[in-house]
């Protein structure tokens, strides 16, 4: 089973930027989609965005769009969520998800279920 790591969590102010790494256990990546989810305390786990990796088109929740992006290429390691202007409620866990599934939608991608692969999360604390 393929494993992920994330890095680049950290403390930051509102308005900075950070950008998260996600690696994965092979040398280059071979899931499908690669996407991003976050969880704040007391919350659900919720979608931020996503990577379909054979066309390279991204999907991202309404809250991010416009400030996050995912990047990534499949000769490649790692995938990137690069976030900037970010918000204090956007202190959370950073999750990477890898997925077998090709994913057409932004809805598609926001299905947890479909994900085979999860890191362990890298935390983000935004502060005012």
């Known amino acids: 089973q393929v494993q992920l790591v994330e890095s680049g969590g950290g403390t930051v102010q509102a308005g900075d930027s950070l950008r998260l790494s996600c690696e994965t256990s092979?040398?280059?990546?071979?899931?499908?989609?690669m996407s991003w989810f976050r969880q704040a305390p007391g919350k659900e786990r919720e979608f931020v965005a996503a990577?379909?990796?054979?066309?390279?088109?991204?999907y991202y929740a309404p809250s991010v769009k416009d400030r996050f992006t995912v990047s990534g290429d499949n000769a490649e390691n790692p995938v990137y969520l690069q976030m900037n202007s970010l918000k204090p409620e956007e202190t959370a866990v950073y999750f990477c998800?890898?997925?077998?599934?090709?994913?057409?939608?932004?809805?598609?991608?926001?299905?947890?279920?479909?994900?085979?692969?999860w890191g362990q999360g890298t935390q983000v604390t935004v502060s005012t």
């Open positions: 990577l379909n990796m054979i066309v390279g088109r991204t």
């Open positions: 998800a890898g997925s077998s599934r090709l994913v057409a939608d932004a809805t598609t991608a926001a299905t947890a279920a479909l994900y085979d692969s």
């Open positions: 092979t040398r280059t990546i071979t899931k499908t989609t």
